[in-house]
C-alpha cells in the first residue's frame, strides 16, 4: 500500500494492519522521519475501524536502533527531543486501543528491542536477536527500555543485559519472557499473521479494556520521563564521545568515566 512514507509500508489483510519498517538496507535503523512515519501509521490504523490487530515488522531485521552516525552530532537538548519523540510514538502504540504484535526476526537492538517492549505480544523467529546496547555507546536505553524490560523480564535480567549490554538469541529471549514464543523464520509472518486474526475476531471492547487494565501503572510516567532526562544527560559525557567514535572506528571503546 502506498502512504507516501519513505522509511515505512502499511499494508491491509481484513482486520489486521502490518507495519513494515522498509529500509532493510540499513537495518531499519531509527531516525527522526522514520519515527514520525510510524507515529502517522500507527493514527492511520488507529482510525480504520476495519482493522482490529496490527502487527510491526521489520523482514530480515526488525530494527538494528538508533542511527549511530546522526547520535554522534546531535547535543543534549536535540537528544531530549529525539528521545522524547521515540518515547511518544512508543507510548502512543502500548496505549493505543488496538493490540499490537511485533513479529521480530534478525536484530533488534537499542531502539529495535524497546519498540518491541512497547507492542503488546511479540513472535520472534528463530534468527532474531535482542538487546539495549546502548552502554557500549556510553548511553542509556532512551525509548523505555529501562522500564519497560524489567516489567517483562524481572529487575535483576534486565539489569544484566543493560549493563553488560549483552546480545540474547531467540531462545534465551523466550526463557526469560522477553518474547512470547520462537517460531522458524520462514514461518513468523504466517504465525503472527495467524495470531492476530484470532484476536481480530474477539470483542474489539473487551480486549480494548483488558489491554488498559493490563498496562495502567500510574508511576510509569514519571520514570519514563526521567529515562529522557538521564538519556539526555549521558550526550554531555566524554564517554559518549568515546563510545560513538568506537563504535564508528570499529575498535574497543576506552571509558574514562567523565
Same mark, same amino acid.
Given at each position: 500500500?502506498?502512504?507516501?512514507?519513505?522509511? =515505512?509500508?502499511?499494508?491491509?489483510?481484513?482486520?489486521?494492519? =502490518?507495519?513494515?519498517? @522498509?529500509?532493510?538496507?540499513?537495518?531499519?535503523? #531509527?531516525?527522526?522521519?522514520?519515527?514520525?512515519?510510524?507515529?502517522?501509521?500507527? +493514527?492511520?490504523?488507529?482510525?480504520?475501524?476495519?482493522?482490529?490487530?496490527?502487527?510491526?515488522?521489520?523482514?530480515? @531485521?526488525?530494527?538494528?536502533?538508533? @542511527?549511530?552516525?546522526?547520535? *554522534?552530532?546531535?547535543?543534549?537538548?536535540?537528544?531530549?527531543?529525539?528521545?522524547?519523540?521515540?518515547?511518544? $510514538?512508543? @507510548? /502512543?502504540?502500548? +496505549?493505543?486501543?488496538?493490540?499490537?504484535?511485533?513479529?521480530?526476526?534478525?536484530?533488534?537492538?537499542?531502539?529495535?528491542?524497546?519498540?518491541?517492549?512497547?507492542?503488546?505480544?511479540?513472535?520472534?523467529?528463530?534468527?532474531?536477536? #535482542?538487546? /539495549?546496547?546502548?552502554?557500549?555507546?556510553?548511553?542509556?536505553?532512551?525509548?523505555?527500555?529501562?522500564?519497560?524490560?524489567?516489567?517483562?523480564?524481572?529487575?535483576?535480567?534486565?539489569?544484566?543485559?543493560?549493563? +553488560?549490554?549483552?546480545?540474547?538469541?531467540?531462545?534465551?529471549?523466550?526463557?526469560?519472557?522477553?518474547?512470547?514464543?520462537?517460531?522458524?523464520?520462514?514461518?513468523?509472518?504466517?504465525?503472527?499473521?495467524?495470531?492476530?486474526?484470532?484476536?481480530? /475476531?474477539?470483542?474489539?471492547?473487551? $480486549?480494548?479494556?483488558? *489491554?488498559?487494565?493490563?498496562?495502567?501503572?500510574?508511576?510509569?510516567?514519571?520514570?519514563?520521563?526521567?529515562?529522557?532526562?538521564?538519556?539526555?544527560?549521558?550526550? +554531555?559525557?566524554?564517554?559518549?564521545?568515546?563510545?560513538?567514535?568506537?563504535? #564508528?572506528?570499529?575498535?574497543?571503546?576506552?571509558?574514562?568515566?567523565?
Amino acid at each position: 500500500m502506498n502512504t507516501g512514507n519513505e522509511h =515505512i509500508k502499511i499494508e491491509k489483510k481484513k482486520e489486521v494492519g =502490518i507495519i513494515m519498517l @522498509n529500509r532493510p538496507s540499513a537495518l531499519n535503523v #531509527l531516525e527522526i522521519k522514520t519515527l514520525q512515519e510510524l507515529g502517522s501509521s500507527l +493514527t492511520e490504523l488507529e482510525k480504520d475501524e476495519q482493522i482490529r490487530a496490527i502487527i510491526i515488522t521489520g523482514g530480515k @531485521n526488525f530494527c538494528a536502533g538508533a @542511527n549511530i552516525k546522526i547520535m *554522534k552530532e546531535i547535543n543534549l537538548k536535540e537528544a531530549e527531543a529525539f528521545s522524547r519523540l521515540g518515547h511518544g $510514538v512508543y @507510548n /502512543q502504540m502500548e +496505549t493505543m486501543r488496538k493490540p499490537v504484535i511485533a513479529a521480530v526476526a534478525g536484530y533488534a537492538l537499542g531502539g529495535g528491542c524497546e519498540l518491541a517492549l512497547a507492542c503488546d505480544i511479540r513472535i520472534a523467529g528463530e534468527s532474531a536477536k #535482542l538487546g /539495549q546496547p546502548e552502554v557500549n555507546l556510553g548511553l542509556i536505553p532512551g525509548f523505555g527500555g529501562t522500564q519497560r524490560l524489567s516489567k517483562l523480564v524481572g529487575v535483576g535480567k534486565a539489569k544484566e543485559m543493560i549493563f +553488560t549490554g549483552e546480545i540474547i538469541d531467540a531462545k534465551e529471549a523466550e526463557s526469560i519472557g522477553l518474547v512470547n514464543r520462537v517460531e522458524k523464520d520462514e514461518e513468523l509472518m504466517a504465525k503472527a499473521e495467524e495470531m492476530a486474526m484470532t484476536i481480530a /475476531q474477539k470483542a474489539p471492547v473487551a $480486549v480494548k479494556m483488558a *489491554k488498559k487494565l493490563i498496562n495502567e501503572n500510574q508511576e510509569m510516567e514519571e520514570r519514563l520521563n526521567k529515562e529522557i532526562t538521564l538519556f539526555a544527560q549521558c550526550f +554531555t559525557t566524554q564517554d559518549r564521545v568515546e563510545g560513538i567514535n568506537a563504535f #564508528l572506528e570499529k575498535r574497543k571503546p576506552k571509558f574514562k568515566g567523565t
